[in-house]
């Protein structure tokens, strides 16, 4: 059995998008990330299916949400950063471990909430959507 932590996870970025210039940089100041995988449905229920409804997966819709701690000279947090403030395209990677498996796409931060705990360092709720792009989303697999 093959299990895995989510502290070997990795979460990648890259400025401009996958097909942006430059390496894939591992944002290691994130916590708790959640990528969230989903497809649409068309219902295609007939009478032949004796009385259950029955429905075809569609469009894919992937969304990744995580959080960071405010850290202004952090190089991954100003990417992210300024990806919501410019609504610029961040290319991101969200894999299983270094090399693992996971989604890659162009993606927009849609959200960028900033907590100011009492008792907490100050940090950022992100979420991220696939967006248009000459390059796909894939799944990667070592």
Do not use: C, H
Not at 8 to 21: C, D, M, P, R, V
Not at 70 to 97: E, H, M
Not at 101 to 114: K, N, V
């Amino acid at each position: 059995m093959a299990i895995r932590l989510g502290m070997e996870a990795t979460l990648n970025y890259k400025a401009g998008g996958q097909a942006g210039g430059g390496a894939w940089t591992e944002l290691t100041n994130t916590k708790d990330v959640t990528l969230s995988l989903e497809a649409g449905e068309a219902d295609v229920t007939t009478r032949a299916n004796n009385g259950w409804r029955a429905i075809v997966a569609t469009l894919k819709d992937a969304s990744v949400e995580f959080e960071m701690v405010w850290d202004t000279g952090d190089a991954g947090f100003a990417a992210v950063r300024d990806a919501y403030l410019n609504n610029a395209v961040l290319g991101l990677q969200i894999l299983d471990g270094d090399s693992g498996e996971g989604l890659q796409a162009d993606f927009m931060i849609t959200a960028f909430s900033r907590s100011e705990a009492l008792e907490e360092a100050i940090s950022v709720s992100v979420t991220a959507k696939v967006t248009y792009s000459a390059t796909p989303p894939s799944w990667l697999t070592p």
